[in-house]
């Protein structure tokens, strides 16, 4: 069984900084993906960054030169450095984490951007 830790969201004025964590815990094989998704109120889950265990990242469009996905293979974790945040940015953002056959969410942290 694999659990998913999330830390680090918060209120934030537009044009501030957020540091994302998420700590994975379990069996976990060395070749997986870890992505951070996020749900504004009303909308669908959507991927925002994605890392394989060998570094290769990918964004959506919306965060892209604004977010840094990175991660720590020795923790088991994950990040996403958020700069110039905007108010659109806020929603609730989900750590995902595919090991094998099966993927894992974690609980979820909250982002809220004020404008």
């Known amino acids: 069984q694999v659990q998913l830790v999330e830390s680090g969201g918060g209120l934030v004025q537009a044009g501030g900084s957020l540091r994302l964590s998420c700590a994975a815990s379990?069996?976990?094989?060395?070749?997986?993906?870890m992505s951070w998704f996020r749900q504004a109120p009303g909308k669908r889950r959507e991927a925002v960054a994605v890392?394989?265990?060998?570094?290769?990242?990918s964004y959506a469009d919306p965060v892209k030169g604004r977010f840094t996905i990175s991660r720590d293979n020795a923790k088991n974790t994950v990040y996403l450095q958020m700069n110039s945040l905007r108010p659109e940015d806020t929603a609730v953002y989900y750590c995902?984490?595919?090991?094998?056959?099966?993927?894992?969410w974690g609980q979820g942290t909250q982002v809220t951007v004020s404008s």
């Open positions: 995902n984490l595919v090991t094998g056959p099966v993927d894992y």
């Open positions: 379990g069996t976990i094989f060395r070749i997986n993906v």
């Open positions: 890392i394989t265990s060998d570094g290769r990242t």
